[in-house]
């Protein structure tokens, strides 16, 4: 269980990185970050994390895919987390 927790720390650690990262970018007219690559940070456990990092440094906020997708994926994760302790 420890693993589970230390992954989770670690992915949503990264996906609040790559989306202040992504965001620094923007302002300075540099390479961006590929938007896959920030959803599928969220998608494999860093929802909680993307979801810090738009409204923290309000980035890709006016983005449908990302101001649903996020809290959708994070609603999904909280329900199997949920899941799995019931069973």
């Known amino acids: 269980m420890k693993f589970v927790y230390l992954y ?3 992915v949503n650690a990264a996906a ?3 989306m202040l990262v992504d965001k ?3 302002k300075k007219n540099l390479w961006r970050i590929p938007e896959r690559t920030l959803m ?3 998608a494999i456990g860093g929802s909680l994390g993307a979801l810090a ?3 923290l440094v309000r980035h890709k906020t ?3 895919k990302f101001t649903v997708g996020i809290p959708v ?3 999904l994760h909280v329900l199997i987390a ?3 302790i019931v069973k």
């Open 16 to 18: 609040l990185a790559y």
């Open 8 to 10: 989770l720390i670690i």
């Open 24 to 26: 620094y970018r923007a």
């Open 82 to 84: 949920v899941w799995l």
């Open 53 to 55: 990092g738009m409204y």
């Open 40 to 42: 599928g940070f969220a």
């Open 62 to 64: 006016k983005h449908l």
């Open 73 to 75: 994926i994070l609603f």
